[in-house]
């Protein structure tokens, strides 16, 4: 492994940097590569076919234009499909992001439990085999948000989101207390974009939850993979690819992101392959 790792850090949009702001806390001597696979967002529309079919040749040619020491698959909707595919092909570390149910369930009193996720996460057999795997004695709700993801990179852009659209979102996941069971008390957030609208989440749910986020495990799991000590690197570098071509959004934006580091002018090139919807 190289002196200073390279972590690449994937996602379909802008969720994954919520992943990436963990890591960089981690590592702060890393140098990063975030991509975001705009040109084919929001993955949770697509079949589980359309998504294999362009993940795992796309973080092909990331690895081989980048070199990364360990790539972070920051996406619920993707990690959920390919990392079996990604493993078997590539022998780069992988890194994924799947619900967070073994930890929700440990924690949750009432044990009433609501998975938040796109509607291709909370469709996948992965996350049925974690509820199988991991909810015990807790009752688990499954809810895919058609809207969330897109909503909170809209927010993330300065875009005025109106409070009734994110209580739609949401309110699936808020069972009232019945004969059944108490009300649920935690919420998984499976999907990336969903921290970035975390403030509202709060704001907005009918009654106090405790929301999951797996961000800091998945930083210390990626720590503990490269091993080495997380030091100050004054010379680790940070870029971004959109791979639409877009312009990545603004220093302001990305900076809390990338531990206040700033990101490389050439970030916004195009990746150039055929075929790749770019
Ligand atoms: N950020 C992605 C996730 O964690 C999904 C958003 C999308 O639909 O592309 O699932």
Redesign the pocket.
């Known amino acids: 492994m190289s002196v200073i790792p390279t972590i690449l850090v994937f996602?379909?949009?802008l969720?994954?940097l919520t992943v990436l702001r963990e890591v960089v806390r981690a590592r702060q001597d890393a140098n990063y590569v975030y991509v975001a696979d705009d040109a084919f967002?929001?993955?949770?529309?697509h079949s589980e076919d359309a998504i294999i079919g362009r993940v795992v040749p796309l973080i092909g040619e990331l690895i081989d234009r980048h070199a990364p020491d360990l790539v972070v698959i920051?996406?619920?909707?993707?990690s959920t499909l390919v990392l079996a595919h990604l493993r078997a092909a590539y022998r780069v570390p992988f890194v994924g992001?799947v619900p967070a149910i073994k930890p929700a369930c440990a924690r949750s009193v009432s044990k009433q439990v609501s998975v938040l996720?796109?509607r291709?996460?909370v469709q996948r057999e992965y996350t049925k085999a974690l509820i199988r795997d991991f909810a015990k004695d807790c009752a688990v709700t499954l809810v895919g948000s058609a809207h969330l993801?897109s909503l909170a990179e809209a927010s993330l852009g300065g875009d005025p989101v109106a409070d009734e659209l994110i209580r739609a979102e949401i309110a699936p996941c808020f069972i009232a207390a019945s004969e059944a069971g108490p009300r649920t008390d935690t919420v998984v957030l499976?999907?990336?974009?969903y921290p970035l609208l975390r403030q509202r989440l709060i704001a907005l749910a009918p009654w106090p939850v405790e929301w999951i986020d797996p961000a800091p495990a998945i930083a210390r799991r990626v720590a503990n993979l490269l091993n080495g000590v997380a030091g100050c690197a004054p010379q680790a570098s940070a870029a971004m690819i959109m791979t639409s071509g877009r312009q990545p959004p603004p220093a302001r934006i990305l900076l809390p992101f990338f531990g206040e580091r700033l990101v490389a002018p050439h970030s916004n090139q195009r990746l150039p392959q055929a075929g790749l919807h770019c």
């Open positions: 996602d379909s949009g969720g994954g967002f929001p993955y949770g529309q920051a996406c619920n909707t993707a992001t996720g796109t291709g996460t993801a499976a999907c990336t974009h």
